[in-house]
């Protein structure tokens, strides 16, 4: 009995000790230390604007500042863009909340009201560079805000009404285009089927002509070749663009593309036509994606897109072009324009993620140096600039290069489409790969912060992953471009002529020589830079010949060839890619006039170079630098952040992003969880 008599005085004890005031009382313990608070960074002598982010921006930005900051008024200013106040601020996205068909609405909401205030004129009925560029600034804002949006417009603009522009003629320009523009239809894309994605020389959608009535019938044969993924067909599209097959006479004569109803003016699916939907996905909900089947439908000779090839009233098959290699690359140029804005909307994006990441962590603190001291800014630690400085110096770095591909693209000629095809399907696959690496590094960055939806980061991931994979899967437009770099090789060799295009030209010269000792001047130097991703190049590009070649000394076929040597190839799409976009910034840089932003562009642009270096392990595999000169470059790397870590405030700042299109935790992040907030 007494020791249970203890115990149970015991256990009251502890009980009371819980339960009952402490001498030093709750309120006491908390008033003697200093609660956090928020302090604007802009504020702080650690983060000096030391050039002028004006210009900066307009370097960025490149091209119609004014139609972007236009557009960002109108969606900021629109309850319809779902505008929060939080932390004292205005902030605009996506209610993530709503459900998969309530996002269809709002998008389809939202594109009337862009409409209504002339955001898409001209967009297919304008011609010349300065039309095309004011389409693409407007599509890159939207695509800020929502990436639901930005697709939805794409498909119907870029891809429905590209084809009907660039695979047309007149008659279907007089007929689609304005319509178009005006959203008197609505129109999709259908290209990817369940069975084939990338290849689509493969697609199984077979057309065939009847002579008899002057129709094309179009058919479904197999439930492989239904179209999958098409966007816009679930609920909203009347009309698509089929790609098919086209049989004349019982000949096959490749893939071609037709205009097909597929909805009457009502919103019912045409008869012989079959719609299903493609279901609920890791993003893009505010996009309807469908599936289409074709049961022998039936369609006027002239909704054949004819610029390429034709088929006469009685079924004779035309076309100027004779090589059918040539005639189904003509087929897919709707594709260019896909990616270039597809590479450009992945920089944007990583744009606002470093953006609120780089805020945060210039407001952000998190343990101390010494007892009793001030905690330290999450920027101030060597290991967070890191993280998130070298990726800051890549996204100035692919904002450069977006630039000049937009101007290749907007500047085309016949003469330029292949090199254009070349560097868009480069820069798609580096920059998205950089953006979901980019989101990830910054979602970690915010730590939980970064979990909340309406932070952003975390649903840009959902949403822009899958970039890596549509208009082109990134792993197989990698080895399209070594490929045709080894095209490019194989001419010059066996007619003995100089490398021109596609930046090659340094192939002519002597193979650069790497000093034996890399020291910081020497690392530093633009020269040195270009050398080193010129070596790398040129033997990557030279090695990859050699080993495709030996391939097929031993009996294996040409494409066996090129899939055997698809790591080598892989190499040589990074090289050709990163030096691609070093060279653009070295040209952006040489033309700022001695200064203040001309030194920070050169140390974003060193830092670029080396981390590009330090993260690519064909440096060391073969042999263009020695273990210790590997080691320098590393070692060059947090020097260079350090050196960043003044300018970061500056130079997120130069980005030009509206502060109600980042997030609560790039401001006030306190205030934005404030008790007061959560009952507003």
Known sequence: ????????????????????????????????????????????????????????????????????????????????????????????????????????????????????????????????????????????????????????????????????????????????????????????????????????????????????????????????????????????????????????????????????????????????????????????????????????????????????????????????????????????????????????????????????????????????????????????YPSHQRRLLPLLAKIYAMSFAAIELKMMYVNRTPESNKAIHIVSSAYKATFTWNNMRTLQECREACGGQGVKSENRIGPFKGEFDVHSTFEGDNNVLMQQISKALLGEFIVCQTKKKPFRGLGLEHMNNPAPVIPSQLTSSILMSREFQLDLFHLRERDLLRRFAAEVSQYQTQGESKESAFNLSYQVAEDLGRAFSERAILKTFIEVESKVPAGSLKDVLGLLRSLYALISVDEDAAFLRYGYLSTENAAAVRKEVPKLCTELRPHAFALVSSFGIPDAFLSPIAFDWVGSNAWSSAQH
């Not at 009251?12 to 608070?37: F, I, M, Q, R, Y």
């Not at 805000?145 to 003629?169: C, E, N, P, R």
């Not at 993924?229 to 006479?249: C, E, K, P």
């Not at 953006?355 to 001030?374: C, D, E, V």
Request: proline share 4%; glycine share 8%.
């Open 1 to 380: 009995m007494d020791n249970d008599n203890r115990r149970a005085s015991r256990r009251t004890e502890v009980l009371s000790k819980h339960l009952l005031p402490h001498p030093l009382t709750t309120t006491a313990l908390l008033s003697t230390s200093n609660c956090l608070s928020y302090s604007p960074p802009e504020l702080s002598s650690s983060n000096p604007v030391s050039f002028d982010t004006s210009r900066m921006r307009a370097l960025l930005d490149g091209h119609n500042l004014d139609d972007r900051d236009w557009l960002f008024g109108l969606i900021v200013q629109s309850p319809l863009f779902n505008r929060q106040e939080r932390g004292g601020r205005v902030f605009v996205s996506v209610d993530y909340n709503h459900t998969m068909e309530q996002q269809r609405e709002e998008t389809m909401r939202r594109i009337g009201y862009l409409l209504d205030r002339g955001v898409f004129r001209g967009w297919l009925t304008g011609d010349g560079p300065q039309e095309e560029l004011r389409k693409l600034a407007l599509h890159e804002v939207v695509s800020m805000y929502d990436h639901s949006l930005a697709v939805k417009i794409g498909v119907h603009i870029f891809l429905w009404g590209g084809a009907v522009k660039f695979l047309g003629t007149k008659r279907h320009h007089d007929k689609w285009l304005r319509a178009t523009e005006n959203y008197e239809l609505k129109g999709c894309f259908a290209m990817t089927e369940l069975g084939h994605g990338s290849n689509v020389r493969g697609v199984e959608t077979v057309t065939t002509y009847d002579s008899r009535t002057g129709e094309f019938v179009i058919n479904t044969p197999c439930e492989s070749a239904q179209k999958y993924w098409i966007g816009g067909a679930a609920n909203h599209a009347t009309h698509t663009i089929v790609f098919s097959q086209l049989y004349i006479n019982g000949g096959n004569q490749g893939v071609h593309a037709f205009i097909c109803p597929i909805r009457n003016s009502s919103g019912n699916v045409c008869p012989n036509v079959r719609i299903a939907e493609c279901g609920h996905k890791i993003g893009l909900n505010g996009v309807d994606n469908g599936r289409i089947w074709f049961d022998n439908v039936r369609i006027p000779r002239e909704n054949l897109l004819n610029s390429v090839a034709d088929v006469s009233p009685r079924g004779e098959y035309l076309s100027s072009i004779k090589n059918v290699d040539q005639r189904f690359a003509a087929f897919l140029a709707p594709l260019t324009s896909g990616r270039v804005t597809i590479a450009s909307s992945a920089v944007y994006i990583s744009k606002i993620g470093l953006s609120i990441a780089i805020r945060y962590a210039l407001t952000r603190r998190a343990f101390s140096m010494t007892p009793n001291g001030p905690e330290i800014l999450l920027l101030d």
